[in-house]
């Protein structure tokens, strides 16, 4: 018995079903097209974030792509980070901003001033 598709029905529901998953992956880079961002880590509160375009403030959230270094390749292998479209096949980094240019940074046993 040959295998493959057959009938004017099944072809009918694989076009609706190309068509479907055509249509959820132009959703999702629409959505990113317009700054929507979603963070799926637990270094900041896990949710959908609004991108915007302008220089960061202290407090800000931003949002990184970390570059192809062992280090995250390891932190890939053992779990840290999920694979995602990043120059390090990892996913993107959402960190708040702590100090500017210009700031005096110190890092001691109590933690960062």
């Known amino acids: 018995m040959e295998k493959g ?3 004017k029905t ?3 529901r694989l076009r609706w079903f190309a068509l479907g ?3 959820g992956v132009a959703g ?13 880590t637990d270094s900041e509160p896990v949710g959908i974030y609004w991108a ?4 960061p403030a202290k407090g800000d959230f931003v949002f990184a792509l970390p570059p192809a ?3 995250f ?4 292998e053992r779990g840290y980070l999920a694979a995602g479209p990043s120059p390090a096949g990892t996913c993107g980094l959402i960190k708040q901003v702590a100090a500017l240019s ?9 933690g960062c001033a």
Do not use: F, H, Y
């Open 5 to 7: 598709i057959n009938s």
């Open 10 to 12: 099944q072809v009918k």
């Open 21 to 23: 998953c055509l249509a």
């Open 28 to 40: 999702m880079w629409a959505v990113c097209a317009i700054g929507l961002r979603v963070n799926g």
């Open 52 to 55: 915007v375009s302008r220089p």
């Open 69 to 71: 270094q062992p280090i």
């Open 73 to 76: 390749k390891l932190a890939k």
């Open 102 to 110: 210009g700031d005096l940074v110190t890092i001691s046993a109590e």
